[in-house]
């Protein structure tokens, strides 16, 4: 099995430069086609409190990673997502005219020394300036960092993280326009309250073993953080996910740079939740665009876990309305 990984990885090594800050795209991947779900809801459109549902769509494909996303930013051209597998998805908005742009790609890290294969990305900034892409896995104590072609990579180890279970480690990730970065944990803060969880505060990019100052991101009950935003406007928005007996639940709630402190509990207030049968899904990824008119309007992605007989990889695009802020 290590034989093959090793065979898959070298494959995997070879460059793609297309969609980055530096590169115009190339023709889309003919694998991978986007299905708009709009015409289906239009008679009754899902009600999500202080979000209105102004895109929905199904990205499908034939490559099997394909379904994995965990982690969505923008880029000079439109989106990046990674997922779970080592995967990287580059694609267009679909709201734009013209045809949709998507492409496959592979991001995996292979230590050789210790044999391992980091893959389980979770979540993923963007530094506006280079294009370089900063990815948060699950099961490794530091982030790593590549360039926009995916050519470079460079380690930022980060202790700290070690602190966390493998499988509850990094979920959410996000660059703040003050400078500071946010990393918080799917993993609790204590063996009893089920609400709580750790969060980590960098003065600004993380830099190799530094020590972070803390904080406890408190979540509605049942609801783990899956990945964090910044709006335009400053405030910040968290993504929650819950999974029950009839499936998977969603909230998106807000929260203030102010109430950033070390030390500090941050509750943040719900704004939306998504319950509707027809959208529900693992939405894991999240990102906020400011529009030509001057609106604000979230975009989700969503995990299949390669599940394609019960979930589905969704798109959404949520538009903020005037009672949310």
């Known amino acids: 099995m290590r034989a093959l990984k090793l065979v898959l990885l070298i494959l995997a090594l070879v460059p793609v ?18 299905v708009d779900l709009m015409p289906s809801l239009q008679g009754s459109l899902p009600q999500m409190g202080a979000l209105r549902l102004a895109g929905a769509w199904q990205i499908v494909g034939q490559h099997r990673r394909l379904g994995t996303l965990s982690g969505l930013a923008q880029t000079s051209s439109g989106f990046v997502a990674v997922g779970d597998r080592g995967n990287v998805l580059w694609f267009t908005r679909p709201d734009r005219p013209g045809p949709w742009l998507a492409r496959f790609d592979r991001l995996i890290r ?20 280079s294009g370089d892409l900063t990815v948060a896995y699950e099961d490794l104590p530091g982030l790593e960092v590549y360039s926009h072609d995916l050519v470079r990579r460079r380690s930022i180890p980060l202790p700290v993280l070690a602190e966390w279970p493998d499988n509850q480690g990094p979920e959410a990730m996000a660059r703040l326009a003050d400078g500071r970065t946010l990393i918080v944990g799917e993993t609790y803060s204590g063996w009893l309250d089920r609400t709580r969880h750790p969060g980590l505060i960098f003065r600004a990019a993380p830099q190799p073993y530094e020590e972070p100052a803390r904080f406890e991101l408190v979540m509605p009950p049942g609801y783990r953080p899956c990945e964090l935003a910044q709006m335009p406007d400053g405030r ?56 030509a008119d001057g609106s604000h309007v979230v975009w989700l992605v969503s995990d299949s876990n390669e599940m394609v007989w019960a979930q589905r990889t969704l798109l959404l695009k949520l538009r903020i309305g005037p009672e949310a802020r």
């Open 236 to 291: 910040l928005l968290v993504l929650g996910r819950h999974f029950g007996l009839t499936g998977f639940r969603s909230v998106i709630a807000a929260f203030t740079p102010q109430q950033l402190r070390p030390g500090a509990k941050v509750t943040p207030h719900v704004i939306a939740r998504i319950d509707d049968p027809r959208i529900r899904d693992n939405y894991e990824g999240m990102t906020v665009t400011r529009e």
């Open 110 to 129: 292979l230590d050789w020394r210790k044999h391992r294969f980091p893959t389980d990305a979770e979540a993923v900034a963007v530094d506006p300036a």
């Open 17 to 34: 430069t297309w969609l980055s800050a530096l590169n115009p795209p190339r023709p889309r991947d003919p694998a991978i086609q986007l």
